[in-house]
């Protein structure tokens, strides 16, 4: 049967924003919080003379603000905007009729207020969960707007991305706008990367460009993290028998301030993936499969079977127990962190 698609709440917001339809009461909720805040900004940018920004936008912390003190914010008249935004963060009564340090006659009280609060004034709550059987969340469903701010689908996060290239002057053509998406990991179930890291991740792939092109080695390069990159290239110099390079590489890492723990979790992480990997491959799994056991980037999984192939599972196995003894070593006091990284490389 035919399932009409359901729009998003940041689309949805988008329109009644253009129409003119912004109810005083709004609930702002979901993992993409960054979404939360590009609305909040967004009804600011459109409502609030900047000139009286100090007095008709208020941000009360959801942690410690009073609800009589929301109603008070709420009440009070703009000054010289076309209306008041007060926008509550985090606030505690979205996820419970029991919150610490509020009681349920103070909850119910806000509650009702919401059917005949300020025109003049946009009352925005927010949290990255609620209840939705909460009186607060109830009371916003029937007298206000809610908008679920989740995940944006593949045409969305393109859209997002595209849209950030443009603005800084930058070209990233479809392949490398692929690569970016999948290095990032957006779409894992298991994830926590959201929209922030997403942004910031654009600003180091457009930081790195050189030119106005971005290549695979640009996002190869930002995206991965300086420390995986570090240490996949370290995998490349002991995986060709370059002990030279994977030394250069350690030193480096060392030397720019990297904790030797840090890097012991990332050689960690490394290995351990690449026996799963080669694991898997032996047992004919695809790709797919694999990206669907062991989650996280499947650019990453793609990424980590040309090192694999080059390992016997039994020598995976020996590098791992090598690492984890020279993690041991390091917290017993057997040996120094650098000096026990070198002998590590040397028996690789």
Not at 209 to 225: K, L, M, P
Request: some cysteine.
């Amino acid at each position: 049967m035919y399932k009409k698609a359901v729009k998003h709440s940041f689309k949805v917001f988008s329109e009644n924003l253009r129409s003119d339809k912004i109810g005083k009461a709004l609930l702002f909720y979901g993992t993409e919080q960054y979404l939360v805040k590009w609305a909040v900004e967004t009804l600011v940018k459109k409502y609030v003379n900047p000139a009286a920004a100090s007095m008709d936008y208020q941000v009360l912390d959801g942690e410690s603000v009073t609800c009589s003190q929301i109603v008070e914010a709420s009440e009070t008249f703009s000054m010289f905007s076309e209306r008041r935004v007060v926008w509550v963060k985090d606030f505690r009564p979205l996820n419970s009729d029991t919150a610490r340090g509020y009681t349920k006659d103070e909850i119910k009280k806000l509650s009702e207020y919401l059917a005949e609060s300020n025109d003049g004034t946009i009352l925005i709550f927010s949290a990255e969960e609620i209840k939705t059987s909460a009186a607060v969340p109830t009371a916003l469903k029937k007298h206000g707007q809610c908008y679920d701010f989740d995940k944006i689908d593949r045409a969305e996060l393109t859209s997002f991305a595209r849209k950030r290239f443009r603005s800084a002057g930058i070209e990233i053509g479809a392949s490398a706008l692929s690569l970016l998406i999948e290095a990032t990991g957006y779409f894992n179930k298991e994830s926590d990367y959201r929209l922030f890291h997403f942004a910031n991740d654009i600003q180091k792939v457009i930081a790195h460009c050189d030119g106005n092109v971005v290549t695979r080695q640009d996002i190869e390069a930002a995206v991965c993290g300086d420390m995986e990159t570090f240490v996949f290239d370290m995998l490349d110099g002991i995986s060709s028998g370059q002990k030279d390079k994977a030394y250069r590489i350690l030193y480096n890492m060392l030397h720019s301030g990297s904790d030797v723990f840090s890097v012991i979790g990332a050689i960690v992480s490394q290995f351990e993936m690449m026996l799963s990997v080669k694991q898997m491959r032996e047992d004919s799994l695809d790709l797919k499969e694999m990206h669907k056991r062991l989650g996280g980037s499947e650019y990453r999984i793609k990424k980590m079977l040309p090192y694999a192939n080059k390992f016997s599972v039994d020598k995976l196995k020996k590098v791992l127990s090598s690492i984890y003894e020279v993690d041991r070593q390091i917290k017993t006091g057997l040996l120094d962190g650098q000096t026990a990284l070198e002998i590590f490389i040397a028996g690789v």
